[in-house]
Antibody, heavy 123, light 108 residues
Framework: EVQLVESGGGLVKPGGSLRLSCAAS????????IHWVRQAPGKGLEWVSS????????YYADSVKGRLTISRDNARNSLFLQMNSLRAEDTAVYYC????????????????WGQGILVTVSS | EIVLTQSPGTLSLSPGERATLSCRAS???????LAWYQQKPGQAPRLLIY???SRATGIPDRFSGGGSGTDFTLTISRLEPEDFAVYYC?????????FGQGTKVEVK
């Protein structure tokens, strides 16, 4: 069974940092690109960042470029999102989502999602 | 950047009725890389349709997708109680992987 489990969320002050993790199981992690998608309270879905299966291709939304860094450890079946210089508008539930295949993250739909982890940026 | 506009914002229907949701793109979606997701309160999104018209594994055949280029639709032929939720379209052909703002299908 494909599983994606996010962790590392919580309350952080503006300007602070947080590192999210996404633990994958039930599939060959190194064969799939992975995305981070977030959802602010009561709002819609917003794509945040993507990384290809090998880590060679990385993409960011303009709203997080320079502040958030995506990475992965295929040996540990894990995905990470290092979040620095956090702002109130980064408050959201963060989901990791699997792309249906590997290579460049684009051209493949998001076929499995984790349950999400809440990040709250507030003083 | 491709902007996706969904309509209507809210659809009020009764169980057994047909639901038709629209998703319009500001630019043509390459290779029809358009997906639909369902989200219920407190849950993660679930993939329903990919490639504009292909049903994901385990999705009932009352869900169907259509369209191409800039105009896409999701149709639920007969609403079941479990179908009342928010539906999002998304283009995944190029970054950023933009989502529509969502259509809420609620019980009339």
């Amino acid at each position: 069974e494909v599983q994606l489990v996010e962790s590392g969320g919580g309350l952080v002050k503006p300007g602070g940092s947080l590192r999210l993790s996404c633990a994958a199981s039930g599939f060959t992690f190194s064969s799939h690109s992975i995305h981070w998608v977030r959802q602010a309270p009561g709002k819609g879905l917003e794509w945040v960042s993507s990384i290809s299966s090998s880590g060679s291709y990385i993409y960011y939304a303009d709203s997080v470029k320079g502040r958030l860094t995506i990475s992965r450890d295929n040996a540990r079946n894990s995905l990470f999102l290092q979040m620095n210089s956090l702002r109130a508008e980064d408050t959201a539930v963060y989901y990791c989502a699997r792309a249906a295949a590997g290579g460049d993250p684009w051209s493949y739909y998001f076929d499995f999602w984790g349950q999400g982890i809440l990040v709250t940026v507030s003083s | 950047e491709i902007v996706l506009t969904q309509s209507p914002g809210t659809l009020s229907l009764s169980p057994g009725e047909r639901a038709t949701l629209s998703c319009r793109a500001s630019l043509s979606v390459s290779s029809n890389f358009l997906a639909w997701y369902q989200q219920k309160p407190g849950q993660a999104p679930r993939l329903l349709i990919y490639g504009a018209s292909s049903r994901a594994t385990g999705i009932p055949d009352r869900f169907s997708g259509g369209g191409s280029g800039t105009d896409f639709t999701l149709t639920i032929s007969r609403l079941e109680p479990e179908d009342f939720a928010v539906y999002y379209c998304q283009q995944y052909g190029s970054p950023p992987g933009t989502f529509g703002q969502g259509t809420k299908v609620e019980v009339k």
